[in-house]
């Protein structure tokens, strides 16, 4: 089975360097899928531990956006075979201070509050130094509420 006949990719954050700025990601919405997978690329990295969170919110413009808990995530350098489980305190984490590392965050749609409205989800990166640190990312979207033909766009 390939990925894209249970689900889509969309992009979250474009490859670019995020020194000083830091990165939000775009907003893309869950109602259609009941699982994602944000993967985040760290590329040439030299300066910066910066906070990783995650938002909800109820539009595409990222009305009414307040922090998602989440509690852990996975990461590895692109030598390794296996990414590593670890645990998320106070629903962020920091980004080693490394090049070439990869990092996975696992979320089902209903760790969002639906019920009030909260359909849309975007990851945020806080900025590191003042050096180069290049930084990508994409959702995976998986599950789909519905079987489609053509499985529905996750783009807000």
Do not use: C
Not at 8 to 33: C, D, K
């Amino acid at each position: 089975m390939n990925l894209l006949d249970v689900g889509t990719i969309e992009q979250a954050i474009a490859p670019f360097n995020i020194s000083g700025v830091g990165a939000e990601g775009a907003w893309v919405l869950l109602r259609a899928y009941q699982h994602v997978t944000i993967q985040l690329t760290q590329g040439f990295w030299t300066d910066g531990t910066p906070a990783v969170t995650l938002e909800q919110a109820t539009d595409a413009a990222g009305a009414g956006a307040v922090p998602l808990p989440f509690t852990q995530r996975w990461e590895k350098h692109i030598d390794d075979d296996l990414y590593v489980k670890l645990p998320v305190v106070g629903d962020t984490f920091a980004l080693p201070n490394k090049s070439d590392m990869l990092h996975a965050i696992e979320l089902d749609a209903s760790a969002l509050d639906m019920s009030a409205g909260y359909v849309f989800l975007r990851v945020v990166v806080g900025a590191p130094g003042a050096a180069d640190d290049f930084l990508s990312g994409v959702y995976i979207l998986t599950l789909p509420t519905t079987r489609t033909v053509v499985l529905p766009s996750g783009k807000a």
